[in-house]
């Protein structure tokens, strides 16, 4: 049984993966009762993003005549007393970046110890982790006063890289099914989920499940072997397919009732159920090569923030140990 066949939801003449209790609405489809998928809602988390990443750079380019400045030159700028890595503003930027440093370390923690349940669900962690992260970068050269020497200057190329790949480390941790708790959802339990999306489609546009199904049917790469590159690739793809098709969505639903009416509110709801559903077909298609490609992530980005961690230690060891340590 290949995988593109596990992905559509079974018609009633050939069930393709029968699960023990019965969902209403198509007649001989079977699936145990649906999860709570999580559907996490981001626009939160990017506003956060967005400010501080915006500060951060407006910091940066109001410094920009006393970065671009050689060290002598530094010395007689009338903002060299704020933006010197020992300054007010350049060692606040360092002590910010060391504590946030810090709190990023407490994510694979909440990973590991299921006793850090109660304090949210794991993606949740990943969202407040990776828009941390994104900060850093923007702190340690505010802190270094855009110079990377000795062996801060090794820390700070290895976080570029963890930063850099933490963004497509989530990005491929949200295309892999979970539920809210950041559990990966069993293929059961994702075909469960696409019948009761298809049965509540079809209870508020009016059409038939079976054509629901037929209409939100999207052809997407399964190839279970094909490199990273190339799943990143596919994985891209069907995002852009599922975007364009979710575009079409009203004009197909209203088509396919023989240009009858449907109520506004129930053809936008449609159209956020179906492109939940396409997003899931997409997945469980996609699913073995993206945790195969998920895991080889894994490996790469773990040396680089280890790199970075040592690098850390030893600046703040040093600065301390120089007796340089509070707005020298």
Same mark, same amino acid.
């Given at each position: %049984?290949?995988?593109?066949?596990?992905?559509?939801?079974?018609?009633?003449?050939?069930?393709?993966?029968?699960?023990?209790?019965? !969902?209403?609405?198509?007649?001989?489809?079977?699936?145990?009762?649906?999860?709570?998928?999580?559907?996490?809602?981001?626009?939160?988390?990017?506003?956060?993003?967005?400010?501080?990443?915006?500060?951060?750079?407006?910091?940066?380019? +109001?410094?920009?005549?006393?970065?671009?400045?050689?060290?002598?030159?530094?010395?007689?700028?009338?903002?060299?007393?704020?933006?010197?890595?020992?300054?007010?503003?350049?060692?606040?930027?360092?002590? $910010?970046?060391?504590?946030?440093?810090?709190?990023?370390? =407490?994510?694979?923690?909440?990973?590991?110890?299921?006793?850090? &349940?109660?304090?949210?669900?794991?993606?949740?962690?990943?969202?407040?982790?990776?828009?941390?992260?994104?900060?850093?970068?923007? =702190?340690?050269?505010? @802190?270094?006063?855009?110079? #990377?020497?000795?062996? $801060?200057?090794?820390?700070? *190329?290895?976080?570029?890289?963890?930063?850099?790949?933490?963004?497509?480390?989530?990005?491929?941790?949200?295309?892999?099914?979970? +539920?809210? #708790?950041?559990?990966?959802?069993?293929?059961?339990?994702?075909?469960?989920?696409?019948?009761?999306?298809?049965?509540?489609?079809? *209870?508020?546009?009016? !059409?038939?499940?079976?054509?629901?199904?037929?209409?939100?049917?999207?052809?997407?790469? #399964?190839?279970?072997? &094909?490199?990273?590159?190339?799943? =990143?690739?596919?994985?891209?793809?069907?995002?852009?397919?599922?975007?364009?098709?979710?575009?079409?969505?009203?004009?197909?639903?209203?088509?396919?009732?023989?240009?009858?009416?449907?109520?506004?509110?129930? =053809?936008?709801?449609?159209?956020?159920?179906?492109?939940?559903?396409? &997003?899931?077909?997409?997945?469980?298609? %996609?699913?073995?090569?993206?945790?195969?490609?998920?895991?080889?992530? @894994?490996?790469? @980005?773990?040396?680089?923030?280890?790199?970075?961690?040592?690098?850390?230690?030893? @600046?703040?060891?040093?600065?301390?140990?120089?007796? &340089?340590?509070?707005?020298?």
């Amino acid at each position: %049984m290949n995988q593109g066949n596990l992905a559509r939801v079974a018609p009633p003449s050939a069930p393709r993966l029968p699960t023990p209790a019965r !969902l209403t609405g198509i007649p001989g489809r079977s699936a145990t009762a649906a999860p709570v998928v999580s559907r996490r809602t981001s626009a939160g988390v990017n506003w956060v993003t967005l400010v501080i990443v915006v500060t951060l750079v407006v910091i940066n380019v +109001a410094g920009a005549p006393y970065y671009a400045r050689s060290l002598g030159e530094r010395v007689r700028h009338p903002l060299h007393a704020l933006l010197r890595p020992s300054g007010l503003v350049g060692q606040s930027a360092g002590i $910010i970046a060391f504590v946030v440093f810090v709190f990023l370390w =407490l994510y694979p923690l909440r990973k590991k110890w299921k006793a850090l &349940a109660f304090t949210g669900s794991v993606g949740k962690w990943l969202d407040v982790h990776v828009t941390t992260a994104i900060g850093l970068p923007l =702190l340690l050269t505010i @802190h270094a006063a855009w110079r #990377s020497d000795g062996v $801060i200057g090794l820390g700070f *190329g290895a976080m570029l890289v963890v930063c850099a790949s933490g963004i497509v480390g989530r990005y491929l941790y949200t295309r892999i099914p979970r +539920a809210k #708790s950041g559990v990966e959802l069993t293929r059961d339990e994702v075909v469960s989920e696409r019948n009761r999306l298809i049965d509540e489609i079809a *209870g508020a546009t009016g !059409l038939d499940p079976r054509t629901v199904e037929a209409t939100l049917d999207v052809a997407s790469p #399964s190839d279970e072997k &094909a490199g990273a590159m190339q799943v =990143l690739r596919d994985l891209v793809t069907n995002d852009v397919r599922r975007w364009r098709m979710t575009r079409e969505l009203r004009r197909r639903f209203q088509e396919l009732e023989g240009g009858r009416a449907i109520p506004e509110a129930a =053809l936008a709801r449609s159209v956020t159920l179906a492109s939940r559903e396409i &997003a899931l077909s997409q997945q469980v298609r %996609m699913l073995e090569a993206t945790q195969r490609v998920f895991r080889y992530w @894994h490996i790469a @980005h773990k040396p680089f923030a280890l790199t970075a961690l040592v690098a850390v230690v030893i @600046h703040v060891a040093v600065v301390v140990a120089l007796g &340089a340590t509070w707005f020298y």
